[in-house]
């Protein structure tokens, strides 16, 4: 079955960085497009980042996070990740790997990023 397992999070400086990891297993990965959502506390979820499929990779972002965060992948790993730079207060949320076959969706579990002095 489709797993989408997320790592990388946790406690940061305002100003950080951190790495978030999603390994997927159970589909042809390097077919598929990749998302990063995120979700803070008493927010709805929102979309971060997207990378599209193998074919003509190119990656579209959240205006909240242009210039600081960056998605990417590694097909051979079956793996997406987000490069998150100069990290502010406000990128404080639980973070989610994302992908869609259709009209079904997968998730992953989240992993929590809390970014405070």
């Known amino acids: 079955q489709v797993q989408l397992v997320e790592s990388g999070g946790g406690l940061v400086q305002p100003g950080g960085s951190l790495r978030l990891s999603c390994v997927a297993s159970?589909?042809?990965?390097?077919?598929?497009?990749m998302r990063w959502y995120r979700q803070a506390p008493g927010k709805e979820r929102e979309l971060v980042a997207q990378?599209?499929?193998?074919?003509?990779?190119?990656?579209t972002y959240a205006d909240s996070v242009k210039g600081r965060f960056t998605i990417s992948r590694d097909n051979a790993k079956k793996s997406v990740y987000l490069q998150m730079n100069s990290l502010k207060p406000e990128d404080t949320a639980v973070y989610y790997c994302?992908?869609?076959?259709?009209?079904?969706?997968?998730w992953g579990q989240g992993t929590q990023v809390i970014v405070s002095s």
């Open positions: 990378i599209t499929s193998a074919s003509g990779i190119s990656s």
């Open positions: 159970g589909f042809a990965f390097s077919s598929y497009a």
């Open positions: 994302y992908t869609w076959f259709g009209k079904t969706e997968y």
